[in-house]
C-alpha cells in the first residue's frame, strides 16, 4: 500500500525550530521528485521546497530560503524539513509529496495526509 505519512508538527514559540519527517511506504522517494508544501488557512497551497530527481537540484520559496532546509534519507525511505527561525506566518498544515513533475510545480503524484504546524508565542 503506497502511504506517504507526515510527523513533526506542532506549536512553537516564534525563533524556534523543528523537523518535519515524511516516511514513504510503496514507493521509493529516490526516484520521484519530492516536496514539502503548506497551506494556511483561507490560503492556496503552496510549494515550500522542491528536491528534483533528473538534476539533483533544490529549489525553496522566497519566503522560507535560509530557513527551512529539505533533506531525504534513502536508507530510510524518508523525506525531512528542517525548519528553523519560524515566524507566525509559517503557521500552516505541512504536506510532502512524491511528485510527477520535477520541479514540482503540478500536483499531480502522491501525497501525504498534513501534519500542522503552530508558530504562537
Known amino acids: 500500500q503506497l502511504q506517504l505519512v507526515e510527523s513533526g508538527g506542532g506549536l512553537v514559540q516564534p525563533g524556534g525550530s523543528l523537523r518535519l519527517s515524511c516516511a514513504a511506504s510503496?514507493?521509493?522517494?529516490?526516484?520521484?521528485?519530492v516536496g514539502w508544501f503548506r497551506q494556511a488557512p483561507g490560503q492556496e497551497r503552496k510549494m515550500v521546497a522542491c528536491m528534483s530527481r533528473n538534476d539533483g537540484g533544490i529549489y525553496y520559496a522566497n519566503s522560507v530560503r535560509g530557513r527551512m532546509t529539505i533533506d531525504r534519507d534513502n536508507a530510510k525511505n524518508t523525506l525531512y524539513l528542517e525548519m528553523s527561525r519560524l515566524i507566525p506566518e509559517d503557521t500552516a498544515v505541512y504536506y510532502c509529496?512524491?511528485?510527477?513533475?520535477?520541479?514540482?510545480?503540478?500536483?499531480?503524484?502522491?501525497w501525504g495526509q498534513g501534519t500542522q504546524v503552530t508558530v504562537s508565542s
Open positions: 509529496a512524491a511528485l510527477d513533475d520535477d520541479r514540482c510545480l503540478y500536483e499531480s503524484g502522491h
Open positions: 510503496g514507493l521509493t522517494l529516490a526516484y520521484w521528485p
